[in-house]
Structures are given as C-alpha cells and as structure tokens.
C-alpha cells in the first residue's frame, strides 16, 4: 500500500488496497487504519461500491451506527444522501425535508458530535454525481489545535462544549428537526479536545452542531465557535474533494470538519451513501466525558 498527500498536511489518496482488501486482509486494514490514524482522510479510486462491500469495509473499523431516527436509511447502517425522491423517482423541491438537509449537511460539520456515542470515522461514496457542484470539502481540526497560539490551547485544554442536533437544523429551518428527532437527540457535552490514542495527537472538537461552551456566558461562548469554526477553515486550510464514479472517501470525525458543497439540485441528482463508525474506547472516546455529572 502506498499513500499520496492530496490537502493542506492531511487527507491522502490510498494506492495498491481497495476496500475489498481490506475486508479479506487484517495487514490491508492494519495499514489503512495507520494511514487514516495520519491522515485524517483517506481516499479511493476506482472501487466497486456495493451496500454491502462499504458495510462490510466499514465494520473492519469497528461497530456501525444504525440509521439515525427519521433520516433515510433508519434502522440499516446507511445514512442516504439524495434529492430523488425514491417513490417517484423525481428531483425533490428546494422546501423538501431532504433538500434541507443537504443544505444542513453544507454547513461545516463533523458526524455524530451530537449523539451519545460519537462516531470515529465516515465512510461515504458516491453513486450519483452531478456533473457541477457537489463536492465535499475537508479541514483539519487537528491541525488548527496545533496552529492556535499556546495560551489559547491551554484555555481550552480542560474546556468542554455542548452539541445538538437541533442546534445545526435550527440554523437551516425551524421544523427540520422533528420533536421525535429532538427528543431522541438531546445536547450531549463533550470536551472540545479529542486526543488519538494511537499518536497521542490532539485535535479540536467542534461542529455546527456545537452550541455552547460550558461555563462561558452565551454570547462569550458563540463568539468563540465562530472564531474557532473560522480559524479551522482558513482559507489555504481547507482540500475539496471533487468526486468521481468509483470513489470512495473516509475520513475521521475525531479530527476533521466537512462540509458538502451546493449543486444545481432542481436539475441534477446527486446520491450519497454514508456508513458511520462509532468511537470505542480504543479511539479515545472515554476522555472527552465530562468530568463531573
Ligand atoms: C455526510 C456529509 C457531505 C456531502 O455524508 O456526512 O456530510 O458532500 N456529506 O454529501
Ligand atoms: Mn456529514
């Protein structure tokens, strides 16, 4: 297996193993968990995507989410990105649920801050692609601790933040998150630093999902995400991912932020299909719990 860099210090496409390689040969997943562990991001061209080779792939990292309550997919391990509306095989309207979400999915994130089990990585191919737009564009969380001035590394090295579901959804449409969704999701609060276990790494830990941080006045706390959310995705920080049929993408959720990018969405179909790894013990869940509750 070898690796090429493609981002600003992070994110690398992945030569010589496939997913199939992996799913057939602990040293293939060895090497693709050391080169996800350094990278953050991993790429894969040419690839024969089926529901099952991607589960099956993603499993070799650990336990899969199953579908989250309400969203395509629920109770199977596949989140389903779409405009088509499966039923009648037509474009969805821009004021359609799924659209919202799309548009919810284009503010920078990081998957599943806001459940009680995070997830460690996202596993996502493409297998409609529009032939404008549509990309998915990458920052390093991990990099942007290490860029932050000492003083301020230290101000947050013991801080904690608390993360919603509704918090994101809210920013987009006030009923894109059902009282169902709300209820089964309620603010989760976790440290704002993720070390890696495996590199001992540390990483910042917020999403558009983030918003508070604990002890600190509303306004106080807002104004900081957002300079924190700016400074991750500087520009010159960030590496767009322009997708090709065959391809496939996982990235760490510990240590980055992603954002899906707009397309002509009344005009071209775009699906996406996700797999989500949740967090184990072995990838440094355990720290991030508040120390007190
Ligand atoms: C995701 C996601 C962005 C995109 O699948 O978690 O945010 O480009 N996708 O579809
Ligand atoms: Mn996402």
């Not at 309207?93 to 999915?105: Q, Y």
């Not at 009680?116 to 996202?122: I, M």
């Not at 919603?164 to 987009?172: A, E, G, N, V």
């Not at 775009?270 to 991030?288: P, Q, Y």
Request: aromatic content about 8%.
């Amino acid at each position: 297996m070898q690796t090429r860099m493609l981002g600003p210090g992070f994110g690398a496409e992945v030569l010589g193993v496939g997913l199939a390689d992996v799913v057939d040969s602990d040293a293939a997943r060895d090497a693709v968990r050391e080169a996800f562990d350094a990278y953050s991001v991993l790429l894969f061209r040419g690839q024969q995507v089926t529901d099952e080779l991607q589960a099956a792939f993603s499993r070799r990292f650990g336990p899969l989410e199953t579908g989250k309550v309400a969203s395509l997919g629920e109770g199977t391990p596949f989140s389903i990105l779409t405009n088509v509306d499966r039923a009648t095989g037509a474009l969805v309207a821009p004021d359609h649920k799924e659209s919202l979400r799309a548009r919810a999915n284009q503010l920078w994130h990081t998957d599943s801050s806001y459940k009680r089990e995070p997830a460690v990585a996202s596993v996502l191919s493409a297998r409609v692609i529009p032939p404008a737009g549509g990309e998915t564009e990458f920052a390093s969380q991990r990099l942007a601790w290490d860029r932050l001035p000492a003083e301020v590394r230290e101000r947050l090295h013991d801080a904690f933040a608390w993360h919603s579901y509704s918090h994101s959804r809210d920013q987009i449409a006030p009923h894109l998150a059902s009282a169902r969704e709300r209820e089964a999701m309620p603010p989760v609060c976790w440290r704002i630093r993720w070390r890696n276990p495996a590199n001992g790494r540390d990483s910042l830990y917020i999403a558009s999902h983030t918003s508070a941080i604990e002890g600190l006045a509303p306004a106080e706390g807002t104004r900081l995400l957002a300079e924190l959310m700016d400074h991750i995705t500087a520009e010159g920080h960030t590496w767009l991912h322009r997708w090709q049929p065959g391809d496939v993408v996982m990235w760490d959720n510990r240590s980055t932020l992603h954002r899906g990018r707009p397309w002509p969405a009344t005009d071209h179909a775009r699906l996406m299909v996700r797999t989500t790894i949740t967090a184990t013990a072995a990838d440094g869940v355990d720290a991030l719990r508040p120390l007190r509750h």
